[in-house]
C-alpha cells in the first residue's frame, strides 16, 4: 500500500497562508470525499483538524481550510502563527475498509 | 473527559508475540469504531487496522500479512492489538485512535477519520 504523496516540507512566514498537497489516486482521494488531515507536534500525538474533506472539529480554528480536486486534497493555513510549526498528514479512505496516510509534511513557520 | 491509553509496549526479540491495549473512557466504547495506527521512529504515520463498533467487521494493512489481530472487549472498555512473528521494521509508536463518526461508504459502515487519539506506546523489536 503505497502512501499519498506530500510535499516534504512547506514554510511561510507569519500572517502568510500556506497550502499543503496530498496527491493520491482514484482508488482514494480520487474516489472518496473521506480526506483527513492531521497536526503532530514533535513528541506528541496526532490531532485530527479536518475531516471529510472541508470538515473541521470542534475547537479548531477557522485558519485550517481543506479542499480537494480530482486525486488531489489540499490543507491551507491562513494567517500563519508560530504555534501551527509542526508535521502534518493527510489521510484518505481507500475502498474495502482500508485506510491510507500521506508522506507528511513539515511546516516551518519563518 | 474522552481519553485513550495504551499499554503493553516494550523491549521484544523478532519473531516473539505481544499484545497492546488500550484502555478507553469518557465515551461510549461500544459505539464508534476503533483504528491503531503506528510510527516508526523519524518516520511518518502508517495505519495498522481498525475494528468496527460491534467487534464484527476488521480490516487491516496488506503489509502486517495476516500477523496482527485487532480486538475488542466491550466489557473493560478496552481495544487490543495482538502482533505475532515480530519484525525490526515493526518497530514503532503504536497508537489507539477513535473513529470520529461512523459514515456508510458503499453499504459499509466505515469510520473514515480518527479524532481521539492515545500518547502511544513504543515497541521495541530487537536481539
Known amino acids: 500500500q503505497s502512501a499519498l504523496t506530500q510535499p516534504a516540507s512547506v514554510s511561510g512566514s507569519p500572517g502568510q497562508s500556506i497550502t499543503i498537497s496530498c496527491t493520491g489516486t482514484?482508488?482514494?482521494?480520487?474516489?472518496?470525499?473521506?480526506v483527513s488531515w492531521y497536526q503532530q507536534h514533535p513528541g506528541k500525538a496526532p490531532k485530527l483538524i479536518i475531516y471529510?474533506?472541508?470538515n473541521r472539529p470542534s475547537g479548531i480554528s477557522h485558519r485550517f481550510s481543506g479542499s480537494k480536486s480530482g486525486i488531489t486534497a489540499s490543507l491551507t493555513i491562513s494567517g500563519l502563527q508560530p504555534e501551527d510549526e509542526a508535521d502534518y498528514y493527510c489521510?484518505?479512505?481507500?475502498?474495502?475498509?482500508?485506510?491510507?496516510f500521506g508522506t507528511g509534511t513539515e511546516v516551518t513557520v519563518l | 473527559q474522552v481519553q485513550l491509553e495504551e499499554s503493553g509496549g516494550g523491549v521484544v526479540q523478532p519473531g516473539r508475540s505481544l499484545r497492546l491495549s488500550c484502555a478507553a473512557s469518557?465515551?461510549?466504547?461500544?459505539?464508534?469504531?476503533m483504528h491503531w495506527v503506528r510510527q516508526a521512529p523519524g518516520k511518518g504515520l502508517e495505519w495498522v487496522a481498525v475494528?468496527?463498533?460491534?467487534?464484527?467487521?476488521?480490516y487491516y494493512a496488506d503489509s502486517l500479512k495476516g500477523r496482527f489481530t485487532i480486538s475488542r472487549d466491550e466489557s473493560k472498555n478496552t481495544l487490543y492489538l495482538q502482533m505475532n512473528s515480530l519484525r525490526d521494521e515493526d518497530t514503532a509508536v503504536y497508537y489507539c485512535?477513535?473513529?470520529?463518526?461512523?459514515?456508510?461508504?458503499?453499504?459499509?459502515?466505515?469510520?473514515?477519520?480518527?479524532?481521539?487519539w492515545g500518547k502511544g506506546t513504543t515497541v521495541t523489536v530487537s536481539s
Open positions: 485512535a477513535k473513529g470520529t463518526q461512523g459514515t456508510y461508504i458503499e453499504g459499509f459502515l466505515e469510520w473514515p477519520s480518527m479524532d481521539v
Open positions: 469518557g465515551f461510549t466504547f461500544r459505539s464508534f469504531g
Open positions: 475494528l468496527s463498533y460491534d467487534g464484527i467487521n476488521r
Open positions: 482514484i482508488s482514494d482521494v480520487g474516489g472518496y470525499n473521506y
Open positions: 471529510d474533506v472541508t
Open positions: 489521510s484518505s479512505y481507500r475502498s474495502s475498509g482500508t485506510y491510507v
